[in-house]
């Protein structure tokens, strides 16, 4: 028997936010890997917000459960840009309302004071182009873990 550990604690849902490059790019190893429907998303250009509803992987629990022989999880968690000036997109079909869209990654490419580019890349030559006037990211769980339904862990570069 051993003692537990810090990392053994129990964990509570994620609440993260981002508002500059760094901080994003937790949010984007967090949420790499995540599966969305297409009518999950949702662009109000009046409240400048785009947000996806994501089931996303567990990574920040992937190791715990593979050390205790239990099953990977997934969870439901909004994903929300605040600042956003404008939405494109390439290789989404958004009549498609059965599309399942997976997300490889997230970054930022700067422009002058704080603004720039949030590039969404999706598996399949999808993307999701976000113009921001600056980082303004939310990652939020919403529901409880549960067991992945493939019950493996995706392949994660580290």
Do not use: C
Request: glycine share 6%; no cysteine.
């Amino acid at each position: 028997m051993t003692d537990a550990s810090f990392k053994d604690g129990r964990e509570a849902p994620l609440n993260l936010g981002a508002e500059d490059a760094d901080d994003l790019q937790v949010i984007a190893t967090l949420t790499q890997d995540a599966i969305f429907p297409v009518t999950e998303m949702t662009w109000r250009p009046s409240e400048r917000r785009f947000a996806l509803l994501l089931n996303r992987f567990r990574w920040e629990d992937k190791d715990a459960a593979a050390r205790r022989g239990r099953a990977f999880e997934r969870v439901q968690a909004v994903l929300v840009f605040d600042s956003v000036l404008s939405v494109a997109s390439q290789g989404i079909d958004r009549s498609d309302k059965d599309m399942i869209l997976s997300l490889l990654s997230v970054e930022f490419e700067p422009a002058e004071d704080g603004a720039g580019l949030v590039l969404l890349t999706l598996a399949g030559d999808g993307a999701i182009r976000l113009s921001v006037e600056a980082i303004d990211v939310t990652l939020k769980d919403v529901t409880r873990p549960y067991i992945a339904p493939s019950g493996q862990a995706p392949q994660h570069p580290e």
